[in-house]
């Protein structure tokens, strides 16, 4: 074990370029003027500082060596038997328990961004729907406590909707597990305005101000309600409960309290708190529902056309009026689609 080093005869400021060698226990120092050899037990290593250079001492001398930091060194040092301090081991350790920690910070932070999206998109086909289906319900009722008002589309025009939906849904293995429990549910809230959302246990809610916003036809609002199916034929709203709520899913599971998970969900869908790949994922079932119909998915991209327009000129009225009033808070269609264009564009673009 050898390495090149720099020798000062402790006299002058000269260095001399040496090779040092561990050898039987001793050091070898071997330079332009000849070599000699001093006992392991007589030399002192300083401790590490940085990346700055190493200097070797040796008792009863003044003159040194001034070693680069790095595992020849290590080595050197460790045939020779020196040991660092237990301070300077420390200080070693501490940077490895920093690296450590900064480590478990990134795996934490993984756990969150990536791993509890898969473990709720690996978990939500296990979730019975009947288990979806009570918590959708308390969170309906809540909703027709403080949002929702009755449906009051004529009879004849909801069963037009309904046989529409109907026929969306009908021999879908997509949605095979959901039976018959995927209902058009109707309903009546002006602070929200036209739109229309899907509760993990299968019921689509379809809100009035949807049917009767100016220029829209069936067709364009039954593209909506295909977009809804997509959100429960990919588990969307669950997956985002167990995301959202795993604590509250997790108790509701073991304890049965399901409070927490009712007030998760109803918040979730007043914010329409999916994110923009679960949009474009249900766009994509929606697509491929409407073809398999005949139909044309630039059906939806009209129908988000609308919808925007309706929501924007509403937000410029009420930005105008500066009015502070509760309908600003709740599912500010605009804000929770920022990426309405994109999507409308990908539609169109849709064989
Ligand atoms: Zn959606």
Redesign the pocket.
């Known amino acids: 074990m050898s390495l090149d080093a720099h020798y000062f005869d402790g006299h002058s400021s000269r260095r001399h370029p040496v090779r040092l060698t561990a050898l039987d226990g001793a050091l070898r120092i071997e330079g332009e003027d000849g070599a000699h050899t001093i006992p392991a037990a007589d030399i002192r290593a300083s401790e590490p500082q940085g990346s700055a250079p190493r200097t070797l001492r040796f008792a009863g001398n003044r003159a040194f060596c001034e070693i680069a930091q790095g595992r020849e060194l290590d080595a050197l040092l460790a045939a020779l038997g020196q040991r660092d301090s237990i301070v300077v081991r420390l200080q070693g350790r501490w940077r490895w328990v920093f690296v450590s920690l900064g480590v478990v910070a990134m795996v934490l932070c993984a756990a969150y961004f990536w791993g509890l999206p898969w473990g709720a998109k690996v978990i939500a086909p296990h979730i019975p729907i009947t288990a979806m289906r009570s918590i959708s319900e308390q969170a309906l009722a809540q909703l027709d406590n403080f949002l929702f008002y009755p449906g009051r589309l004529p009879p004849d025009r909801q069963q037009k909707l309904r046989d529409g939906f109907r026929a969306l849904v009908v021999d879908d293995p997509e949605l095979a597990a959901y039976g018959d429990r995927i209902t058009l549910v109707f309903r009546s809230a002006p602070k929200i305005g036209p739109n229309a959302?899907a509760l993990p246990g299968g019921q689509v809610v379809i809100l009035d101000e949807l049917v009767q916003m100016p220029g829209s036809n069936d067709e364009e609002i039954l593209a909506v309600l295909a977009?809804?199916l997509?959100?429960l034929a990919c588990r969307?709203g669950i997956r985002q409960l167990i995301q959202s709520s795993a604590l509250a899913a997790f108790s509701a599971a073991w304890f049965g309290d399901i409070s927490a998970a009712v007030a998760g969900l109803s918040t979730m869908l007043l914010n329409?708190a999916?994110s923009r790949d679960?949009?474009r994922e249900?766009?994509g079932y929606a697509a491929a529902t409407l073809r398999r119909q005949g139909k044309s998915p630039a059906l939806l991209a009209s129908a988000l056309e609308k919808l925007e327009a309706f929501h924007s000129a509403k937000k410029r009225l009420r930005d105008e009026e500066g009015a502070n009033d509760e309908a600003g808070k709740f599912l500010d269609w605009i804000s929770s689609?920022p990426d309405t264009a994109e999507r409308i564009q990908h539609l169109r673009a849709a064989p």
Request: charged fraction near 25%; glycine fraction near 8%.
């Open positions: 959302f977009h809804e997509g959100h969307h329409s999916y679960m949009e249900a766009d689609h």
